[in-house]
């Protein structure tokens, strides 16, 4: 077995165990460096440590610590809440109230399944409360959260992002993020006709006590930001109890200058990164600094809620590739790859192996991995990069809804437990018709037209 072949392998073994063990994939990956590095390819240890990507761990540190601190402040809350009063009683608009929250939260910079274990305890009591099916109200959230997260500032935006721009391949955020947030879109409409958003509309407006539900929303919110509902139905009432309130309702939901404060950050940071291409990493981190010293009282433990797992997971993956890169395995695999003979066959393969390993391992993992496996492939421009990037990473994200997914597991997890069996099976068959349709879709509308 030649040394590519061993060092694929292992790849693939990376994924296998952690999705099996539930260990984290990052950690696997940076000892499978250390072990492949020196008895596979004789490496140094500094060699393997050079793969290490440095531009990423900032991005991912700085956009996870400005969003820690922005639910500290209560920044998130108040946007939260402003969407639960903005639908006021119109039944019809909660889903999408849910999808709009869901795709902010991540496309300030919040891990997708974190925002997905904050809003799936609000979404599903809303559905409770309003006779929506759960499983439309869980689809909403999680597609909204994954559509956000390829904002230019969001976790699935930036990896990507940053890929593309290691690799020297042409490039748009603008189109990755739009393209991303229309898939996610055309999801969820689909979902809202599936599951009974027809009968929503039809019952109109319906007047109900949107204050207190809104009070119970932010409480549950703060409640899930304390980690995912797991285990017992107890357990799961037990995160959804309100706690006691330590200021007036209006105060909570009201903008104070630490919120504007915050907000006024967030929308620098998005003209900073669009209109004057600074670095979102450094950006992100430097604001989240100047609200550090500005208002020390809220910052604390914001360091602890710094995706720590996600960067470990990024870190290790993507180490684990340069690896690969520089000692040729990637090449040797881009080579096998157009020796397929039909270049549009290949494209449609990268894309379908994206969504069936994702609906089941990390989409963070798949990302950083998938795309640098396919450079040699597009640097031979036999496919558009700009398309096939596009339409792998919808491929391997709007598959989150799979309940075999950390965001599927949140919504099965906060759902009742007389429809958790329901909301399972659905979210299944669901998931792995989204495995099958996904490729075929993306691939038919952006990678056909451009070749």
Known sequence: M?????ALVVLALVFLVASVRGANMGALALVASFVVGLT????????????????????????????????????VDWIVHGSVRLVG?????????????????????????????????????????????????????????????????????????????????????AILFFAALAASLTVATITFLAFGGRELLSRGREEDELADVG???????????RGPVTGTP???????????????????FSLNGERIFTLLGLVALVVGALGFDLDVGFTALTIAVILTLVFPASAKGAVDKIAWGTVLLIGGIVTYVTLLETEG????????????????????????????????????????????????????????????????????????????????????ANTAEDQRDMVFKRLMQWGMSIVVLAPLVTWTLLVLPTT
């Open 2 to 6: 030649s040394t590519d072949v061993i």
């Open 40 to 75: 596979v390819y004789s490496s140094s240890t500094d060699d393997i440590l050079g793969g290490f990507p440095g531009d990423l761990f900032v991005i991912l540190v700085g956009v996870t610590y400005l969003f820690a601190l922005a639910k500290n402040n209560g920044t």
């Open 89 to 173: 009683g119109r039944v019809a608009l909660v889903p999408w109230a849910m999808f709009v929250v869901s795709a902010i939260v991540t496309g300030i910079g919040a891990v997708s399944p974190a925002a997905v274990a904050i809003i799936a305890p609000i979404a599903l009591r809303f559905a409770s409360r309003y006779r929506i099916h759960p499983v439309l109200m869980g689809m909403m959230v999680v597609q909204g959260a994954t559509g956000g997260s390829f904002s230019p500032i969001g976790i699935f935006g930036s990896i990507t992002n940053g890929v593309v721009s290691s690799a020297d391949l042409d490039g748009s955020p």
């Open 215 to 225: 009070a119970d929303a932010a409480r549950t919110s703060a409640a899930a930001t």
């Open 234 to 252: 107890g357990a799961a009432q037990e995160s959804t109890r309100p706690s006691p309130a330590t200021e007036s309702e209006e105060e909570s």
């Open 329 to 412: 395995t990637i090449a040797w695999l881009g080579d096998r790859v157009a020796e397929v003979g039909a270049p549009l066959v290949a494209a449609l393969l990268i894309c379908f192996i994206g969504a069936l390993v994702s609906a089941f391992a990390s989409t963070t993992g798949i990302i950083g991995t998938l795309i640098p496996l396919a450079v040699p492939f597009l640097l031979t421009d036999q496919v558009n990069a700009i398309a096939l990037v596009t339409a792998l990473a919808i491929s391997s994200s709007v598959v989150d809804c799979s309940p075999f997914s950390t965001n599927g597991a949140l919504v099965v």
